[in-house]
Every structure is written in C-alpha cells, then in structure tokens.
C-alpha cells in the first residue's frame, strides 16, 4: 500500500463493515453478469441498477 493513501484505507475500515464489503462485491459480480445476460432476459439496465442500489442499501 502506498503510504500516500494509508489514512484513506484506515478511514475507509472504520466506516465500511467488511462483511458488507463483501456483500456488496457479491451483488456488483452478479449483476454485472446479469447486465451482460447471464441469468437475466428481460431487465433493462436502469431496472437492474435500481434493484441492485435497493439490494445495497438493505
């Protein structure tokens, strides 16, 4: 880590619990998958991004 940016992540860790870090790395995989078709036919991209925005804010 370059020491420029150590107080950034030190922050960062004390805001952002990690295990909804990892929930929400989950959900932007799943629903860049499902932009690209993988497991989606007939969303639009505005409908996926408000229910993937629902999903990370709940």
């Not at 952002?16 to 969303?43: A, C, H, M, Q, W």
């Not at 408000?50 to 804010?57: A, F, Q, R, S």
Request: proline share 3%.
């Amino acid at each position: 880590i370059d020491p420029y940016f150590v107080q950034d992540y030190e922050k960062a860790s004390r805001v952002y619990n990690p295990s909804k870090t990892v929930k929400v790395i989950s959900l932007l995989r799943e629903f860049d998958l499902k932009s690209k078709g993988f497991g989606n036919v007939s969303s639009s991209h505005g409908d996926l991004l408000k229910e993937l925005v629902y999903k990370i804010m709940h």
